[in-house]
């Protein structure tokens, strides 16, 4: 573009879409696989493909853009790898919602044809997240996006599959996994969530099978009673030293199961009596095997009664629950109902109640890949940050169990297994087989089950960049330099995909790990659809475009806290952005070139103040980077540029600015505003990236996209202590006289006289020197410094650091006035503090209102004291003043 002034508003709807085009159009995302540069790579989390743009990807994707862009202004060469995943059973329960809405179901069209039509759903709707992730300014090398289903992909699932069944690390077996009965699939303990629930404890007597009595067993489910093989006691239990019934009765069936003894039981908990039912819990499946007990399965996988439960059969397994509590009830078997409070689990995606049930799946041994995966983080090798995670991992991975991969969806890695129908050999390959080699049989029938999305996912860090071919872009960015997380995938993805990185790859997957916490409401409350408060990216984004919005979660991303979202607060860093916006067209008209270097040798005071500030400010911002304190860093440039450069620095030099000689100060000055205001964009360009690439373009002296330029590691002259010492000192006095003018309610036209008396003559030099920049900033008709004078007595007095600075107010204000003004709104303040304190003493109010009502008082009692304390102590000095 030309380098035309500015406009006079910043619109960042035309200025967003005109600029991304403008970076994809140029490659500027692309990574260079043949790069002699040093790499830096990222793979983005990938988000499913029936998603839509929300909180947590907002923070995720800003902050690893953030990384991105500042590793290219670095001189790295940079690969974010960007990708969605397949979400099985997430995308096939939309696809048969639509296929329903059509008054037909996948059943009715046979898997190969409902394949054909989830593929079509995801060509047509399965970029909405991508479109949405680039309107958030993601600077992902979109030319290798990959798709979790897709051939290459595939291949590496497939092969994955293969080498880990050859291992003996996948095997097939019986075993109670988390099934949902509504979605009929297995869920890995990871997609179950716990809720908790009000329910029952029903206590049942178990007559002992000699007729010597009974034993009261517990139970929250009453339904898998009827599929009980035994029931267990501890061996040492004194209660049952003497017993000599070997089995009891089961009620309701009139089925003989025997009395086992296993140190399971917990002597702790009630009668001590533990009722076993191997095929409906997973601890009871445990000692199953270890007694060699049947398993009864009583509850089918679509959550009704089984043969094998009897009378009960075809009921709902709820409706079962009712009805077996009554029939104990006519039996006189049910001892007695507690109420119980407890954890059900429910599946992730639709949210019925999860059935442990006995069910033949496969799995992945996890605990030999695990051993690897915990050593990398011990030794150091990957990093998890904050650091508070780390034991989080080494619990979960410690206690680890076996992965159930196979999912009974249709959507999916279909497992490559299949089984000779001739001789039931199982033949397990990349390919599929066309003879059986044991029987030459041709009959041979894949496994209908697909690989739990997570399986797919686990490998992304080297599948996405084409293994298990050995290619140069695997060659060059693996393994990958940060991977930016939530906590709630720590487990489900991060854990495996160490794992897996560390098997196959025998190199850790990402030297860092960094978990960033969730985006809060305003409150602090978690957003949801049910409370209301859920706020879209999107719409936060058409309201103050994308710049505030990535700023303002940046700001507030501090390590280990959850953040804060309101667009109040996105409207504040709006104001930052249109406070930069208007700092460059002032800037623009006085600059018409660039400058190779700053004009050392006649920099003034504030010329040599902002340059050290700029050098500080440079080393603050890299720091916090580097150490993903995004909230730091962005806490850094903000001061820097709103505070620094725009309300001191481009306010000092206006007067050279407008000086119509072309003064050596006027050079020097014109030449650091130019090298400030470049680095300056430079450091928020992966913050605000949009605003920064349009100011860039109009900056005289530039060339290309802000994203070639390189970052300010070295700012010459640099550091300089003394100016920074010097411009605090008269910062100070100017603060200070700016401050009485607030406090006395002087209008900030009306032109002030001061005297500075300095304690030591250093700080005298400091203020005589620069008496014309205090004047100019303070607003001042004149100001005397003299060391020797006596304090004037109608003056406000200012203690700054070195001086005493006394405004004189003789004939500015009517004292009398003044005192009235403040005595009434004083009054008031007392009045409104005194309902305050009424309200705040009222125990009703405290223990009945809205804990958010409370802190609300509390929070303007607070600002309302404090602005009474400050007209107090105002009025009080107007006071002696009179006297």
Same mark, same amino acid.
């Given at each position: 573009?030309?380098?035309?002034?500015?406009?006079? #508003?910043?619109?960042?709807?035309?200025?967003?879409?005109?600029?991304?085009?403008?970076?994809?159009?140029?490659?500027?995302? /692309?990574?260079?696989?043949?790069?002699?540069?040093?790499?830096?790579?990222?793979?983005?989390?990938?988000?499913?493909?029936?998603?839509?743009?929300?909180?947590?990807?907002?923070?995720?994707?800003?902050?690893?853009?953030?990384?991105?862009?500042? =590793?290219?202004?670095?001189?790295?060469?940079?690969?974010?790898?960007?990708?969605?995943?397949?979400?099985?059973?997430?995308?096939?329960?939309?696809?048969?919602?639509?296929?329903? /809405?059509?008054?037909?179901?996948?059943?009715?069209?046979?898997?190969?044809?409902?394949?054909?039509?989830?593929?079509?759903?995801?060509?047509?709707?399965?970029?909405?997240?991508?479109?949405?992730?680039?309107?958030?300014?993601?600077?992902?090398?979109?030319?290798?996006?990959?798709?979790?289903?897709?051939?290459?992909? #595939?291949?590496?699932?497939?092969?994955?599959?293969?080498?880990?069944?050859?291992?003996?690390?996948?095997?097939?077996?019986?075993?109670?996994?988390? $099934?949902?009965?509504?979605?009929?699939?297995?869920?890995?303990?990871?997609?179950? @969530?716990?809720?908790?629930?009000?329910?029952?404890?029903?206590?049942?007597?178990?007559?002992?099978?000699?007729?010597?009595?009974?034993?009261?067993?517990?139970?929250?489910?009453? *339904?898998?009673?009827?599929?009980?093989?035994?029931?267990?006691?501890?061996?040492?239990?004194?209660?049952?030293?003497?017993?000599?019934?070997?089995?009891?009765?089961?009620?309701?069936?009139?089925? @003989?199961?025997?009395?086992?003894?296993?140190?399971?039981?917990?002597?702790?908990?009630?009668?001590?009596?533990?009722?076993?039912?191997? %095929?409906?819990?997973?601890?009871?499946?445990?000692?199953?095997?270890?007694?060699?007990?049947?398993?009864?399965?009583?509850?089918?996988?679509?959550?009704?009664?089984?043969?094998?439960?009897?009378?009960?059969?075809?009921?709902?397994?709820?409706?079962?629950?009712?009805?077996?509590?009554?029939?104990?009830?006519?039996?006189?078997?049910?001892?007695?109902?507690?109420?119980?409070?407890?954890?059900?689990?429910?599946?992730?995606?639709?949210?019925?109640?999860?059935?442990?049930?006995?069910?033949?799946?496969?799995? &992945?041994?996890?605990?030999?890949?695990?051993?690897?995966?915990?050593?990398?983080?011990?030794?150091? !090798?990957?990093?998890?940050?904050?650091? #508070?995670?780390?034991?989080?991992?080494?619990? $979960?991975?410690?206690?680890?169990?076996?992965?159930?991969?196979? =999912?009974?969806?249709?959507?999916?890695?279909?497992?490559?297994?299949?089984?000779?129908?001739?001789?039931?050999?199982?033949?397990?390959?990349?390919?599929?087989?066309?003879?059986?080699?044991?029987?030459?049989?041709?009959?041979? &029938?894949?496994?209908?089950?697909?690989?739990?999305? $997570?399986?797919?996912?686990?490998?992304?860090?080297? #599948?996405?960049?084409?293994?298990?071919?050995?290619?140069?872009?695997?060659?060059?960015?693996?393994?990958?330099?940060?991977?930016?997380?939530?906590?709630?995938?720590?487990?489900?993805?991060?854990?495996?995909?160490?794992?897996?990185?560390?098997?196959?790859?025998?190199?850790?997957?990402?030297?860092?790990?960094?978990?960033?916490?969730?985006?809060?409401?305003?409150?602090? !409350?978690?957003?949801?659809?049910?409370?209301?408060?859920?706020?879209?990216?999107?719409?936060?984004?058409?309201?103050?475009?994308?710049?505030?919005?990535?700023?303002?979660?940046?700001?507030?991303?501090?390590?280990?806290?959850?953040?804060?979202?309101? *667009?109040?607060?996105?409207?504040?860093?709006?104001?930052?952005?249109?406070?930069?916006?208007?700092?460059?067209?002032?800037?623009?008209?006085?600059?018409?070139?660039?400058?190779?270097?700053?004009?050392?040798?006649?920099?003034?005071?504030?010329?040599?103040?902002?340059?050290?500030?700029?050098?500080?400010?440079?080393?603050?911002?890299?720091?916090?980077?580097?150490?993903?304190?995004?909230?730091?860093?962005?806490?850094?440039?903000?001061?820097?540029?709103?505070?620094?450069?725009?309300?001191?620095?481009?306010?000092?030099?206006?007067?050279?600015?407008?000086?119509?000689?072309?003064? %050596?100060?006027?050079?020097?000055?014109?030449?650091?505003?130019?090298?400030?205001?470049?680095?300056?964009?430079?450091?928020?360009?992966?913050?605000?990236?949009?605003?920064?690439? *349009?100011?860039?373009?109009?900056?005289?002296?530039?060339?290309?996209?802000?994203?070639?330029?390189? $970052?300010?590691?070295?700012?010459?002259?640099?550091?300089?202590?003394?100016?920074?010492?010097?411009?605090?000192?008269?910062?100070?006095?100017?603060?200070?006289?700016?401050?009485?003018?607030?406090?006395?309610?002087?209008?900030?036209?009306?032109?002030?006289?001061?005297?500075?008396?300095?304690?030591?003559?250093?700080?005298?030099?400091?203020?005589?020197?620069?008496?014309?920049?205090?004047?100019?900033?303070?607003?001042?008709?004149?100001?005397?410094?003299?060391?020797?004078?006596?304090?004037?007595?109608?003056?406000?007095? &200012?203690?700054?650091?070195?001086?005493? &600075?006394?405004?004189?107010?003789?004939?500015?204000?009517?004292?009398?006035?003044?005192?009235?003004?403040?005595?009434?709104?004083?009054?008031?303040?007392?009045?409104?503090?005194?309902?305050?304190?009424?309200?705040?003493?009222?125990?009703?109010?405290?223990?009945?209102?809205?804990?958010?009502?409370?802190?609300?008082?509390?929070?303007?009692?607070?600002?309302?004291?404090? !602005?009474?304390?400050?007209?107090?102590?105002?009025?009080?000095?107007?006071?002696?003043?009179?006297?």
């Amino acid at each position: 573009m030309s380098r035309d002034l500015l406009d006079k #508003s910043y619109s960042p709807e035309e200025v967003e879409k005109r600029w991304y085009s403008y970076w994809e159009n140029e490659k500027l995302f /692309a990574a260079d696989e043949s790069t002699i540069r040093k790499p830096y790579s990222i793979v983005i989390p990938p988000p499913n493909v029936t998603g839509v743009l929300h909180m947590g990807h907002a923070l995720n994707n800003t902050m690893q853009d953030i990384m991105c862009r500042y =590793r290219r202004l670095k001189g790295d060469s940079v690969l974010w790898m960007p990708g969605t995943d397949h979400a099985g059973i997430a995308t096939q329960n939309v696809v048969e919602k639509k296929l329903a /809405a059509e008054g037909t179901d996948r059943h009715a069209l046979g898997r190969e044809k409902f394949i054909e039509s989830v593929w079509e759903w995801r060509k047509q709707y399965g970029s909405a997240i991508i479109n949405q992730l680039k309107r958030l300014g993601a600077s992902c090398d979109w030319d290798r996006e990959r798709f979790t289903m897709d051939e290459g992909l #595939s291949k590496a699932v497939r092969k994955v599959f293969v080498q880990l069944y050859d291992e003996g690390l996948i095997y097939q077996g019986d075993y109670i996994i988390n $099934w949902c009965c509504r979605c009929h699939t297995a869920l890995s303990d990871l997609e179950v @969530e716990h809720e908790e629930l009000d329910g029952n404890f029903y206590h049942i007597r178990y007559p002992y099978a000699d007729g010597s009595g009974s034993v009261t067993v517990a139970t929250t489910r009453p *339904e898998t009673m009827l599929g009980d093989t035994a029931v267990a006691i501890h061996p040492e239990d004194e209660r049952y030293a003497d017993l000599s019934a070997t089995a009891v009765i089961l009620p309701l069936m009139d089925r @003989e199961i025997p009395i086992i003894r296993d140190t399971y039981v917990d002597l702790s908990t009630g009668t001590g009596a533990l009722k076993v039912t191997p %095929a409906h819990d997973p601890n009871d499946f445990e000692i199953g095997n270890r007694h060699g007990l049947p398993s009864v399965k009583v509850i089918a996988d679509d959550g009704t009664m089984t043969e094998e439960a009897g009378r009960f059969k075809g009921l709902d397994r709820f409706e079962c629950r009712k009805a077996v509590v009554e029939a104990l009830k006519a039996e006189g078997l049910l001892e007695r109902i507690e109420p119980h409070r407890h954890s059900v689990g429910h599946c992730y995606r639709c949210k019925t109640v999860v059935e442990p049930n006995l069910s033949r799946q496969w799995f &992945v041994k996890a605990k030999p890949l695990a051993q690897k995966a915990i050593e990398a983080v011990e030794t150091g !090798k990957t990093r998890i940050i904050p650091e #508070s995670w780390t034991k989080t991992y080494y619990e $979960w991975m410690y206690n680890i169990r076996d992965w159930c991969i196979s =999912r009974q969806i249709w959507w999916g890695h279909q497992i490559p297994a299949w089984t000779c129908q001739g001789c039931r050999k199982m033949i397990v390959a990349m390919d599929a087989p066309d003879i059986c080699p044991d029987c030459g049989s041709t009959d041979l &029938v894949q496994e209908t089950d697909v690989l739990d999305t $997570w399986f797919s996912s686990a490998l992304w860090p080297f #599948s996405t960049m084409g293994w298990p071919e050995e290619t140069p872009l695997l060659k060059t960015y693996y393994p990958t330099s940060v991977l930016v997380t939530g906590f709630d995938i720590l487990f489900f993805w991060v854990a495996r995909m160490m794992m897996m990185g560390i098997h196959f790859m025998k190199e850790i997957p990402f030297h860092d790990v960094y978990v960033h916490a969730l985006v809060r409401d305003e409150e602090g !409350k978690k957003m949801s659809k049910s409370k209301g408060n859920v706020i879209d990216p999107l719409n936060v984004i058409d309201h103050y475009g994308t710049d505030a919005f990535r700023f303002t979660l940046a700001a507030f991303a501090a390590q280990g806290r959850d953040v804060k979202m309101s *667009e109040k607060r996105v409207e504040g860093y709006r104001h930052f952005i249109n406070k930069l916006w208007n700092a460059a067209r002032f800037s623009l008209m006085h600059l018409d070139k660039g400058f190779d270097a700053i004009e050392e040798k006649n920099l003034s005071l504030q010329d040599r103040w902002i340059v050290s500030r700029l050098d500080g400010v440079v080393k603050q911002t890299e720091q916090a980077l580097d150490e993903y304190k995004f909230n730091e860093a962005a806490g850094a440039v903000y001061q820097f540029v709103w505070h620094e450069l725009c309300d001191w620095y481009l306010e000092a030099i206006k007067p050279t600015l407008y000086d119509k000689e072309g003064t %050596a100060a006027k050079t020097a000055s014109l030449s650091v505003l130019w090298h400030v205001f470049r680095d300056a964009l430079i450091l928020l360009h992966p913050f605000a990236p949009f605003v920064t690439e *349009e100011i860039w373009h109009a900056l005289p002296g530039t060339e290309g996209s802000i994203m070639k330029a390189a $970052w300010p590691d070295r700012v010459i002259p640099g550091s300089d202590p003394d100016a920074e010492t010097q411009m605090q000192t008269v910062m100070a006095v100017i603060t200070g006289i700016r401050n009485v003018r607030g406090e006395m309610n002087i209008s900030p036209s009306t032109a002030l006289t001061v005297a500075v008396k300095p304690e030591n003559p250093e700080t005298g030099l400091v203020v005589e020197r620069n008496r014309e920049m205090i004047e100019n900033l303070a607003r001042l008709d004149g100001m005397t410094v003299d060391a020797a004078m006596e304090g004037p007595k109608a003056a406000a007095t &200012v203690l700054v650091g070195g001086a005493t &600075v006394f405004v004189l107010l003789e004939g500015i204000i009517d004292f009398a006035q003044e005192q009235t003004r403040l005595e009434k709104e004083i009054g008031k303040l007392t009045k409104e503090l005194a309902g305050m304190n009424k309200k705040l003493g009222n125990e009703d109010f405290l223990g009945k209102a809205p804990a958010d009502v409370v802190a609300g008082v509390r929070e303007k009692h607070a600002a309302k004291l404090e !602005k009474q304390h400050a007209l107090e102590a105002t009025l009080e000095r107007i006071k002696a003043m009179m006297e």
